[in-house]
């Protein structure tokens, strides 16, 4: 049976970089196709190849058989190949119907006014083929953001597109969200879609995929049929190396100092009467379902966000924290959930960014810098954190999510912060790239620092985390140690409503 696309021999360079050499990729209909590699393994470049965003340097890429040449996005479309960027590329101010015919909208008969009334049928029509609960004249900005991924798949099969680029489309989705997109991809599949899913969530795939293909270092590494490989054998392909899983940490902290306790924090609905306490070479882990306050009480200690009440102690003594100035001041790091938007400035070289908490410490007369000072700080770091770039001065943006989170906290590390926040720390990174951020942290408890983990993924709490706090719509429900944490145990507290019955000041161990 001819591919609906088969990729040969690709090759592209940018300056000082070999994205791909001699990548490979078959995609046949009716199949979903997963797509793995580590980050800055070649996989985005060789999707946005195929979609037309880059050109190739050599190589053939061949649809139904034939040669073609991909010189643009809209040269893509017209060969029936879509792709839905991790990033969601739709214009809130606009109803889903302009969304999807945007720059093609249907004209009335005269050809000088736009026909709602066909676009709006012509969205209808694309909705109930996907069976799909959604009004063409709503604006997109009153839209979930899996609601908006939704209309993301009715534009690209608005052009009748027959190959679908789905880049992490679950990230941002719950798990019934999940259930509905996979539900759409499996109708896809029985109408002969060909589809490109790329994740690094492995029970997905497993459930989702019919055929792997992975690439390491921009290189064709094997293709193998999904449901008679194992987990293992991909991870191996992957990073070409064998990935130890390290057995829950030992307790930590016990009888260790008190670095940070929070006590009876709230911030208006999002954030009840939460109290913890986090020792010297402790993670403590919180965990909870999506909306449950874990993020806002971070930034409520950072002095991200105000609060309204509550006191917070760094190593014995009430602090006032009012502002993320008086948090650093304090020892206090925050590592964000989105590091591209609030931990970096991704425009500017690695080093910089190291450097720019603690910048009064590398400059001479208060205003000139010392590049020696600087160039040196950032090398110990780079080499210390195993941040894998060409140069100190290479941009961040062209990096990997998972070496851009190691910049993330190398910067929190020279700026010498004691207690350090967490938040999804290995969100959108390759499972090699979590295992060492799983070394770091386990590496940063053991120098003596204090670690607040906040995940969503289960098996990351437990696995790091020494002890675990559980929220559910702004309060703290229980506490677990990690000899006694189950997901199961964490999922009865992620639901339960009440706060338990605790002393004054102290957080109440969960009863079962």
């Known amino acids: 049976?001819?591919?609906?696309?088969?990729?040969?021999?690709?090759c592209k360079s940018f300056p000082g970089v070999r994205a791909l050499h001699n990548a490979r990729l078959e995609i046949v209909a009716g199949e979903v196709h997963a797509l793995m590699g580590e980050n800055g393994a070649g996989k985005s470049t060789l999707m946005k190849i195929l979609a037309g965003v880059y050109q190739k340097d050599s190589g053939e890429i061949c649809i139904d058989g034939q040669p073609v040449e991909i010189a643009s996005p809209r040269a893509a479309?017209?060969?029936?190949?879509?792709?839905?960027?991790?990033e969601l590329n739709l214009m809130g101010h606009l109803s889903v119907a302009q969304n999807i015919f945007i720059g093609r909208e249907p004209l009335g008969r005269m050809g000088l006014f736009i026909d709602t009334d066909k676009m709006a049928r012509d969205t209808a029509a694309i909705f109930e083929r996907l069976h799909l609960s959604l009004e063409p004249h709503t604006l997109v900005s009153d839209l979930t953001v899996a609601r908006q991924?939704?209309?993301?798949?009715?534009?690209?099969l608005s052009f009748d597109s027959r190959v679908l680029i789905m880049d992490e489309p679950t990230a941002a989705l719950n798990n019934a969200e999940i259930d509905d997109l996979f539900r759409i991809i499996g109708q896809l599949k029985r109408h002969g879609v060909g589809i490109v899913y790329i994740s690094h969530k492995m029970d997905e795939l497993k459930r989702i995929s019919d055929r792997v293909t992975v690439m390491r270092d921009g290189q064709y590494i094997g293709t193998v049929p999904t449901a008679t490989t194992s987990m293992d054998t991909i991870i191996g392909m992957m990073v070409g190396r064998a990935l130890l899983e390290d057995e829950r940490p030992?307790?930590?902290?016990?009888?260790?100092?008190?670095?940070?306790?929070?006590r009876g924090l709230n911030r208006g609905r999002s954030i009840k009467n939460v109290s913890f306490t986090v020792r010297r070479g402790e993670i403590l882990?919180?965990?909870?379902?999506?909306?449950?306050?874990?993020?806002?009480?971070?930034?409520?200690v950072f002095g991200a966000d105000k609060k309204d009440?509550?006191?917070?102690?760094?190593?014995?003594?009430?602090?006032?924290?009012?502002?993320?100035?008086?948090?650093?001041?304090?020892?206090?790091?925050?590592?964000?959930?989105?590091?591209?938007?609030?931990?970096?400035?991704?425009?500017?070289?690695?080093?910089?960014?190291?450097?720019?908490t603690s910048l009064r410490r590398f400059l001479s007369f208060g205003f000139l810098l010392k590049p020696a000072a600087i160039q040196g700080a950032a090398a110990?770091?780079?080499?210390?954190?195993?941040?894998?770039?060409?140069?100190?001065?290479?941009?961040?943006?062209?990096?990997?999510?998972?070496?851009?989170?190691?910049?993330?906290?190398?910067?929190?590390?020279?700026?010498?912060?004691?207690?350090?926040?967490?938040?999804?720390?290995?969100?959108?990174i390759d499972v090699g790239a979590k295992s060492e951020i799983y070394k770091l942290l386990n590496a940063l408890a053991a120098q003596g620092r204090a670690i607040v983990m906040i995940s969503s993924e289960l098996p990351e709490v437990l696995r790091l985390s020494h002890r675990i706090v559980v929220m559910c719509e702004g309060r703290v429900t229980g506490e677990l140690s990690a000899r006694d944490a189950t997901q199961?145990?964490?999922?009865?507290?992620?639901?339960?409503?009440e706060a338990p019955a605790a002393a004054s000041g102290a957080v109440a161990a969960a009863a079962f």
């Not at 049976?1 to 690709?10: C, K, R, S």
């Not at 882990?285 to 409520?300: H, K």
Request: glycine content about 12%; overall charge positive.
């Open 285 to 300: 882990g919180f965990a909870g379902l999506m909306g449950a306050g874990r993020t806002e009480v971070a930034r409520a």
């Open 380 to 428: 110990k770091l780079i080499a210390q954190l195993g941040i894998r770039t060409p140069s100190a001065l290479q941009k961040v943006a062209l990096l990997s999510g998972g070496n851009q989170q190691k910049i993330v906290i190398a910067k929190w590390l020279v700026r010498d912060c004691d207690i350090l926040f967490f938040d999804e720390p290995t969100r959108g």
């Open 149 to 156: 991924q939704m209309v993301e798949i009715a534009k690209a």
């Open 250 to 262: 030992p307790q930590a902290g016990q009888g260790g100092e008190a670095l940070l306790e929070v």
């Open 488 to 497: 199961e145990k964490i999922m009865q507290l992620a639901t339960r409503r």
């Open 77 to 86: 479309q017209a060969l029936g190949i879509g792709i839905i960027h991790q």
């Open 1 to 10: 049976m001819t591919p609906l696309v088969a990729i040969t021999h690709l």
């Open 309 to 356: 009440s509550g006191e917070i102690w760094v190593k014995g003594r009430r602090v006032e924290v009012g502002s993320p100035a008086d948090a650093v001041e304090h020892g206090i790091g925050y590592l964000s959930e989105d590091r591209k938007h609030f931990g970096l400035a991704t425009g500017m070289d690695v080093q910089t960014n190291i450097v720019m």
